[in-house]
């Protein structure tokens, strides 16, 4: 059996199994007892002293620190770091002196090897978010995970994973109060210093996934007043400040707030049967020149499909495909959908805006896919205003609530195709034109009711052309219509060359490519859907009463430049 | 021959029509399961079909991906096929041939008697079977039931880290089958599956 990046793990016996589903060494790694200290002795390890006057020195002002009742390390406080191939972790600590009581600030720190990345909360397709389990510690309460945004990874086959690349610091919010339970070291009833400690438990993956454990661990020195730590007090504030801003909440240890905004979330049906459609509209922002993105954490009844974002009304529209994810129940009447928006700009602010939210939404309601649908007993149909009313475009609209546009643009290439084949444009032998030019007679004639026939079928292609504008944007119509019109010209080109070779080839793959490119086009270019319109569709088809959803959450912005 | 023309225009869009409907399936939990005949690793063909009538389990598997080898280590499976004799338990493999985690079948029959894994391991090379049912991680799980509809989308357990002992986890595909064996539903009949990625 060829040996692969993981195959050792299966070829070990279980006894050396260390009570984790991953075998040590290469898919898990603790590391060795004793080995993750730091604080003060991790200054040995990181920070190298020469000479015995500054040695001398350095003891002066730990005993100065300890007169003032506060052990002060001279460098990071930062547990050792723990390597693999593939990524290096440890524990940091944003201050050199936390204070006694307040606010603490911790962060597991990553380095990637490139091409290797580690997880969001919902890591996406695959994978799995990394688990930080603190050791209990009196006086400290359970440090609270915030996460950085995060950044979306393409996968082998259409595949998706959330999270980060290179870098990653996941910051902790923790807070010391005064202690009911023993002090670890000082005066009496006084702390100089906690010991931390987190079992961090990960995934790594490129292509191929790593799981690792470790056990991390630092001394936390303790004194009267905060004091930031010069080299990880800056780099946790940095991805601090990549925390997405989320209402009623302050993340930032240093934010004001400065702005407003307003997001608007609506949930209703999608033209796709079982399909519904979310829409986010954010004012007064713009996409960060990365882009914007959309992610969601992972929901228990919907499958949120990857977002579209397009700039609207001053501001930001995502446009997201949901599907249900067990279509033989009804779904609730409110759902949660949490949600976090990255890469937006905003006049004034230097760097590109994060922002998160969960917000409640009523799920619409009268999902036609829903098999349990009660058949409603007859007069106790109510007709809301206007029910009545039906016109083209609404029965349009109430046929395509049916169907998919990806379908429907798929329909209309095969209707360009029996119209090209109606009028002889599709011959697949040209040899019978040649013999016929050859033996002198004319060409032949098409019949006048196939051609007619012909004209019938592209009444059709329009008819469908048209119902399709109604549910993709202009741009997605004018592709779709131009790739019709290319597969008309190459089954045109493709008519006139008399021998088979490679150009009659290169053009047969043209014309493929051109009947895959209208549903494609459908596909990336469908509109949001319209509540409104959906409504009237609804009724006018009798599909019930439609409820469209909305739901606003108003954000403090905050400006994190200290 | 005019006729014969149209006929194979008009066969030519329904194909693309079926094509595109079957392109848009994902396995959702109530919609009926994808049908599949796939090649096993011991050369034996079986379709999904053979088993109409009957509770089918597929699992998708990579013997390269952590997960899906620790949960082979473990017997995670294999214990829960011999618990549920009833069961029709496939392992299929969507893993592209040109991915480095591909196997042949006789390192791949090698791997399977080393871990004792009872039941048939389909190659579905293509990857098609795995989009059409939706398949994201090895392992991915589904329940099959009675009537041929997906009862059940997800992971195999609630531990993704294999933190927890084994009695400790909660099996949704040991809890679904249960359910399916009373008469039931899986609950939970959907939850988010973890592991590497299926390597299409």
């Known amino acids: 059996m060829r040996a692969g990046p993981n195959r050792a793990t299966r070829t070990k016996p279980e006894s050396e199994r260390p009570g984790h589903g991953f075998h040590a060494g290469e898919t898990f790694a603790r590391a060795p007892s004793g080995d993750c200290i730091g604080g003060r002795r991790s200054l040995r390890i990181e920070t190298r002293i020469a000479g015995s006057a500054a040695r001398a020195a350095l003891a002066g002002l730990a005993l100065a620190a300890g007169w003032l009742g506060a052990a002060r390390p001279a460098a990071a406080v930062a547990s050792p770091w723990i390597s693999n191939p593939q990524s290096r972790v440890r524990l940091i600590s944003g201050d050199l002196v936390a204070p006694q009581q307040g606010e603490l600030r911790l962060g597991i720190h990553f380095r990637l090897a490139p091409g290797w990345h580690a997880y969001w909360k919902n890591s996406g397709d695959a994978g799995f978010a990394p688990v930080v389990t603190w050791k209990d510690v009196p006086g400290l309460a359970v440090p609270e995970l915030l996460w950085p945004a995060p950044h979306r990874f393409e996968l082998p086959g259409g595949l998706e994973a959330f999270g980060y690349s290179d870098e990653v610091v996941y910051p902790f ?41 470790y056990d991390l661990a630092l001394d936390q020195p303790l004194g009267e007043r905060a004091e930031a730590d010069p080299r990880t007090g800056p780099l946790l504030d940095r991805w601090w400040r990549q925390v997405p801003l989320a209402a009623g909440r302050r993340p930032g240890p240093a934010g004001t707030p400065a702005l407003a905004s307003r997001a608007e979330m609506t949930l209703a049906r999608s033209a796709a049967p079982g399909e519904l459609r979310l829409t986010l509209r954010l004012p007064g922002v713009t996409a960060a020149p990365g882009g914007a993105d959309l992610f969601f954490e992972s929901h228990p009844a919907l499958e949120l499909g990857r977002p579209r974002a397009r700039a609207a009304d001053g501001g930001l529209l995502f446009e997201v495909p949901v599907r249900r994810k067990d279509t033989s129940m009804p779904l609730p009447a409110t759902t949660a959908i949490a949600w976090t928006a990255t890469g937006l700009k905003q006049d004034g602010l230097p760097t590109p805006l994060a922002l998160a939210a969960r917000q409640e939404l009523a799920v619409p309601t009268a999902d036609a896919s829903a098999p349990a649908s009660k058949p409603s007993a007859p007069g106790a149909e109510t007709s809301p205003p206007g029910a009545g009313r039906t016109g083209p475009g609404r029965r349009v609209r109430g046929f395509l609530a049916a169907g998919d546009p990806r379908v429907v643009a798929l329909a209309a290439v095969a209707a360009a195709l029996l119209t090209l084949e109606a009028w002889g444009l599709l011959r697949l032998r040209p040899r019978r034109r040649t013999a016929a030019i050859a033996d002198g007679a004319a060409p032949v004639r098409r019949s006048g009711r196939r051609e007619a026939a012909g004209f019938l079928v592209l009444l059709v292609t329009l008819g469908l052309l048209y119902a399709l504008s109604l549910e993709i944007s202009a741009e997605g119509l004018a592709g779709v219509e131009l790739a019709l019109l290319a597969m008309s010209l190459v089954a045109w080109l493709r008519r006139r060359i008399e021998r088979s070779g490679p150009a009659r080839l290169l053009l047969a793959a043209a014309l493929a490519a051109c009947t895959i490119l209208p549903p494609w086009l459908a596909g990336r270019n469908r509109l949001a859907a319209d509540p409104a319109a959906l409504r009237d569709a609804s009724l006018a088809v009798g599909g019930g009463p439609f409820r469209s959803t909305t739901s606003t959450t108003a954000f403090d912005r905050r400006s994190f430049d200290a | 021959m005019r006729d014969r023309r149209i006929s194979t225009a008009a066969l030519f869009a329904a194909g693309l029509v079926l094509a595109a409907t079957a392109a848009l399936a994902t396995g959702e939990v109530g919609t009926s399961a994808p049908g599949f005949q796939l090649k096993a690793v011991d050369g034996k063909s079986y379709s999904l079909a053979d088993f109409k009538g009957k509770v089918v389990v597929l699992e998708w598997v990579n013997p390269h991906c952590p997960f899906s080898d620790r949960h082979a280590r473990e017997k995670t499976m294999i214990e829960l096929a011999k618990q549920h004799g009833e069961v029709v338990w496939l392992g299929i493999n969507s893993t592209n041939p040109r991915s480095g985690d591909f196997e042949t079948p006789a390192d791949y029959q090698a791997y399977i008697q080393q871990q004792g894994i009872s039941y048939p391991v389909l190659y579905d090379d293509s990857g098609a079977t795995g989009h059409a049912y939706g398949a994201r991680t090895t392992p991915h799980m589904f329940i099959v039931d009675l009537q041929g509809k997906i009862a059940y989308n997800g992971a195999i357990d609630d531990d993704p880290s294999g933190r927890k002992p084994k009695a400790q986890r909660v099996n949704y595909v040991g809890k679904g089958l249960d359910s399916e064996r009373t008469g039931g539903k899986p609950d939970p009949a959907s939850t988010k599956p973890y592991g590497c990625s299926v390597k299409y």
């Open chain 1, 173 to 213: 919010r923790a807070a010391t109060a005064p202690i009911g339970g023993r002090p670890t070291g000082g005066p009496a009833g006084r702390r100089t210093a906690l010991r931390l400690g987190a079992n961090v438990d990960y995934l790594v993956c490129a292509v191929d996934c790593v799981p690792y454990r």
